[in-house]
Nanobody, 124 residues
Framework: QVQLVESGGGLVQAGGSLRLSCAVS????????MGWFRQAPGKEREFVAA????????YYTDSVKGRFTISRDNAKNTVYLQMNSLKLEDTAVYYC?????????????????WGQGTQVTVSS
């Protein structure tokens, strides 16, 4: 079993920054690719970013390219999402998830384990 715990969410003004963290325990962290998803009220969960097991490859949805950066520290069993130039439409609950397939990055069904989520609210 893998446990994921997100942190770092909060309230920020538009144009500001936040860094989300996701601490992973229970299995060998480096066996998993990691992803970030988000879900706004009344909307489906959507892919935000993903990173492969060693950090060599990253993937982003178009709306966050150039603003968000995903990274990981395998020594700390942690994946990060640096979010800059935040917009009102970035408001959502953000979830991290673990992917053992090494593919299907944008599809929630390819992720075996999920965190409980952390709220990000961007105000005007």
């Amino acid at each position: 079993q893998v446990q994921l715990v997100e942190s770092g969410g909060g309230l920020v003004q538009a144009g500001g920054s936040l860094r989300l963290s996701c601490a992973v325990s229970g299995r060998t962290f480096s066996n998993y690719g990691m992803g970030w998803f988000r879900q706004a009220p009344g909307k489906e969960r959507e892919f935000v970013a993903a990173i492969n097991w060693n950090g060599d490859s990253t993937y982003y949805t178009d709306s966050v390219k150039g603003r968000f950066t995903i990274s990981r520290d395998n020594a700390k069993n942690t994946v990060y999402l640096q979010m800059n130039s935040l917009k009102l439409e970035d408001t959502a609950v953000y979830y991290c998830a673990a992917n053992r397939y090494g593919s299907g990055w944008q599809g929630p069904k390819f992720y075996d384990y999920w965190g409980q989520g952390t709220q990000v609210t961007v105000s005007s």
